[in-house]
């Protein structure tokens, strides 16, 4: 299983971001290797419209079974992920890369 989780930062103890289209990267971590790679998202976050199916094209790219952001997904990327059959999952709060991982994974 592979987790995308939508950061303000690279590693383990960033803050998720509130934003998903607009988050300045993505940590992608592999349940299977038990590590996490970081993307970073700085095209979309000078982009005026589209960040929301930009982010969902990558997430999909990545092969993301789960995406966690701390916010609203936004409409046209909650289409574009619900497509893909990932799942979607907001922690509202602040919370880092970790503890949205290991909640996630107790549920």
Do not use: C
């Amino acid at each position: 299983m592979k987790i995308l989780i939508a950061a303000k930062k690279e590693g383990w103890d960033a803050p998720v971001s509130n934003r998903f289209g607009r988050a300045p990267g993505f940590t992608l971590y592999d349940d299977e290797t038990k590590s996490i790679s970081w993307y970073s998202n700085a095209d979309n976050l000078q982009a005026e419209h589209g960040v929301g199916i930009q982010a969902a094209q990558k997430a999909t790219t990545l092969g993301a079974d789960v995406v966690i952001t701390g916010g609203n997904f936004g409409p046209k990327a909650t289409e574009v992920l619900q497509k893909t059959g990932a799942k979607l999952v907001d922690y509202a709060g602040n919370i880092t890369v970790k503890e949205a991982i290991d909640k996630y994974k107790g549920e």
